[in-house]
């Protein structure tokens, strides 16, 4: 684990104990469990691309991505000021060149500094696929990717989101499950294509959203 990832760890303990961040606090299992988790989906982000981590919470998977890709440029969202000021203060001790943001995704996807801006958008176990598509999609350009890290059990996720994937302008991809090095636990990464723009009235508000 090199100096970065060291530090990161450290902050994330540290900061864990004011606001939480993070149930995992053994650091073998953080290194596990966050690090190489959020690394699995590091091959199918093109180079030099310009990315956005929704709902990045502790920063997962943006952190660890930009770490071992320095190429990338990203920005990280989330709506807690707490965790914006975590992530901010990762960014400055680390010198990532991220930028942070405090923001709703279905704000952002109304915010023309966003809206469509993005080559992929990424994220990692915050809502049902169908909900995190309409998060998502609105802030990849058409020929962008959106990649989001979900459990095993993903079928019926994928089946419910088809319709309003559509709808946004996506077409899935296609889904690849892999395995934590050292561990039995699978999980999945999922692509979604940005085939062409987001109709002008999406994403909708957060409680319209969450009716998928």
Same mark, same amino acid.
């Given at each position: 684990m090199n100096e970065k990832f060291s530090a990161y760890m450290a902050l994330l303990l540290e900061w864990n104990t004011k606001i939480n961040l993070t149930a995992i606090t053994e650091p073998s299992?953080?290194?596990?469990?966050?690090?190489?988790?959020s690394l699995m989906c590091a091959d199918s982000i093109p180079r030099g691309a310009n990315c956005v981590d929704v709902g990045t919470g502790a920063g997962f998977p943006?952190?660890?991505?930009?770490?071992?890709?320095?190429?990338?440029?990203?920005?990280?969202? &989330?709506?807690?000021?707490? /965790?914006?000021?975590?992530?901010?203060? !990762?960014? @400055?001790?680390l010198s990532l060149g991220v930028?942070?943001?405090?923001i709703r995704a279905e704000d952002a996807g109304k915010d023309a500094q966003y809206r469509?801006?993005? &080559?992929?958008?990424?994220? /990692?176990?915050?809502?049902?696929?169908? !909900?995190? @598509?309409?998060?998502?999609l609105p802030l990849v350009k058409p020929g962008g990717v959106m990649l989001a890290m979900k459990g095993q059990q993903v079928e019926d996720e994928l089946k419910s989101a088809e319709g309003i994937i559509e709808t946004l302008g996506g077409k899935v991809g296609g889904v690849r499950?892999?395995?934590?090095?050292?561990?039995?636990?699978?999980?999945?990464?999922?692509?979604?294509?940005?085939?062409?723009?987001?109709?002008?009235?999406?994403?909708?508000?957060?409680?319209?959203?969450?009716?998928?």
């Amino acid at each position: 684990m090199n100096e970065k990832f060291s530090a990161y760890m450290a902050l994330l303990l540290e900061w864990n104990t004011k606001i939480n961040l993070t149930a995992i606090t053994e650091p073998s299992e953080i290194v596990t469990k966050h690090f190489h988790d959020s690394l699995m989906c590091a091959d199918s982000i093109p180079r030099g691309a310009n990315c956005v981590d929704v709902g990045t919470g502790a920063g997962f998977p943006g952190i660890p991505l930009k770490i071992e890709r320095q190429d990338i440029s990203l920005t990280l969202m &989330d709506a807690l000021g707490k /965790r914006v000021s975590f992530l901010r203060e !990762v960014n @400055a001790r680390l010198s990532l060149g991220v930028s942070c943001v405090r923001i709703r995704a279905e704000d952002a996807g109304k915010d023309a500094q966003y809206r469509e801006k993005f &080559d992929v958008a990424l994220s /990692r176990a915050v809502s049902r696929l169908a !909900v995190l @598509a309409e998060y998502c999609l609105p802030l990849v350009k058409p020929g962008g990717v959106m990649l989001a890290m979900k459990g095993q059990q993903v079928e019926d996720e994928l089946k419910s989101a088809e319709g309003i994937i559509e709808t946004l302008g996506g077409k899935v991809g296609g889904v690849r499950l892999y395995t934590l090095p050292g561990t039995d636990i699978t999980h999945s990464l999922v692509t979604i294509h940005k085939i062409s723009s987001t109709p002008c009235q999406y994403p909708r508000s957060s409680k319209k959203i969450s009716k998928l």
